[in-house]
């Protein structure tokens, strides 16, 4: 009898079953999930899994705007800004009815992820990814699409991540020590890590080409937010007029996306939205204020020994440094 033949899916799978018992393995830090080392970084198994669709079958348009980041860098805040200013014909910033007041900027800016399975709305141009700048599907690296990456100092990133994955992950699911997740972080092999190399990918693309991706540092969009939010219109192509920089337009919308407005919000203090993990199989409840602690920078100081600060400043200065980019060491004042 006729062996049955293999749907293309069905091989796809098949192919995912043997590659990633193969790959080098880490312990996760949600949902008991593991990570797997994917040319050079440090991927969950479920997002493996939509990573290879999406280098098959993601289709760019020329218009989109991709917003990437490390985990924990700022996207939440970056999401909200992008959205109200791509949107600002539609949606005015004091509109009562504006989307921002009443749901939670994850959801209104999609995962790219989510296009592994789902088709793309049409008229969603504007959506999210933590994968690396090598991981990308070539269609978009080869496209006319923008880039827009986001990177913040890795102590508080890894402070940030630390009190994110505390809160989201489920009583009975195993825990991970601080020292642990600080020893991974560290060493590269934390989730979408290494951090290091994540940020350096996005910088030198940026380098190369300046019309494609914009690279801006979280700690300086705090201490200068409508200088960068203007740049960031322009960029994207949706610059201010000389009319709406009178009224005030940029002050508007960077209050409206700022940490106090945002966190403030009822959908953003109580509200929650659910994610299926499609390796596991298990739920994660991801409650909106997590995405929403201090917005502070430096709280790293309240939660690193100076033994931790030393090892991540170290680092960052060995790596950054030799590519030119600025770095954040300091001392502990
Ligand atoms: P994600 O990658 O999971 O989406 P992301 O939004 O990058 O998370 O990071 C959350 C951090 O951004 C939190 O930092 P913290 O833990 O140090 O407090 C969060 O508080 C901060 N954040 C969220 N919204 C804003 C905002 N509007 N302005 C400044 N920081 C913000």
Known sequence: ??????????????????LIPELPRERGWIVDEDIHLLNGFWYPTSVIHRLLALQQHFKPHPNDVLLASYPKS????????LFSIVNRATYNHDDMLHPLLNSHPHELVPSLRTYATNPRAPESLLFHTHFAYSSL??????????IVYVFRDPKDVFVSFWHFFNKLRPKDSSSISHQEAFNQFSRGASPYGPYWDHVTGYYKASIQ????????????????????????AEFVGWPFSEEEENEGVVQKITDLCSFDK????????????????????RTVS????????????????????EEMRKTLDQITE??????????????RG
């Open 137 to 146: 599907p070539e269609q978009i690296r080869s496209s006319s699409c923008r």
């Open 286 to 305: 991801l409650i909106n204020n997590a995405f929403f602690r201090k917005g502070e920078i430096g709280d790293w100081k309240n939660h690193l020994s």
């Open 318 to 331: 060995d790596k950054f440094n030799e590519i030119g980019l600025t770095t954040f060491a300091c001392a």
């Open 209 to 232: 080409f300046p019309n494609k991706v914009f690279f801006v540092r979280y700690e300086d969009l705090k201490t200068e937010t409508v200088f960068h939010v203007k740049r960031l």
């Open 1 to 18: 009898m006729a062996t049955p033949k293999q749907s293309s899916s069905d091989e796809a799978k098949t192919n995912l079953e043997t």
């Open 262 to 281: 945002l966190s403030n919000l009822e959908i953003n203090k109580n509200g929650s939205f659910i994610r299926k993990l499609p390796s596991t199989g």
């Open 74 to 81: 700022g996207t939440t805040w970056l999401m909200a800004l």
